[in-house]
């Protein structure tokens, strides 16, 4: 019998990265790796991570509640509610919650070479680091980078 993964509220510790509250749903382990699955919450009037671009993995966000506004290179787009965003590998993004109440997404990665940055990024900030600065240093480990060049 082949085994199915259940997670209802509360099975999973969330990780604490400042105005950020991420929840790992599926670490990959159901998904033989190819898919990883997390619950972003952000806080009303917060910045995301810096913006970057991922060389080896595609990103999903489906925008639960609240309202994201997320950058790609100079463009900003505004997603409300059943908004989803897909970004593959390459394109320089970031999104921020400019709102009144707690931004709520589904946030995808596939594969599933993501699950364990968010915890890296938080022994990062228990070091001193702002969130900002954690994301930055902790992002080449996972075949990611920094965006400044958009071209």
């Known amino acids: 019998m082949i085994d199915v993964s259940v997670v209802t509220p509360g099975d999973r510790e969330p990780i604490e990265l400042g105005p950020a509250r991420?929840?790992?749903l599926e670490d990959g382990s159901t998904t033989g790796h190819r898919l990883g699955i997390a619950e972003i919450r952000l806080a009303p009037h917060s910045d995301g991570p810096p913006q970057h671009r991922h060389a080896e993995h595609d990103e999903g966000f489906?925008?639960?509640s609240g309202t994201a506004?997320?950058?790609v290179?100079?463009?900003d787009y505004e997603a409300g509610p059943g908004t989803l965003v897909m970004v593959p590998p390459?394109?320089?993004h970031t999104f921020a919650n400019p709102?009144?109440?707690?931004?709520v997404m589904i946030n995808t990665f596939t594969p599933d070479l993501y699950v364990h940055y968010f915890g890296?990024?938080?022994d990062a900030m228990a070091l001193g680091?702002?969130?900002q600065q954690a994301a930055a240093e902790v992002m080449p480990r996972y075949a990611t980078e920094p965006a400044t060049d958009f071209a």
């Open 120 to 122: 890296d990024v938080r």
């Open 22 to 24: 991420i929840t790992m």
């Open 69 to 71: 506004v997320f950058t």
């Open 90 to 92: 390459g394109a320089p």
């Open 73 to 75: 290179g100079t463009t």
């Open 62 to 64: 489906y925008v639960v």
């Open 99 to 103: 709102g009144d109440e707690t931004l």
């Open 129 to 131: 680091a702002s969130m």
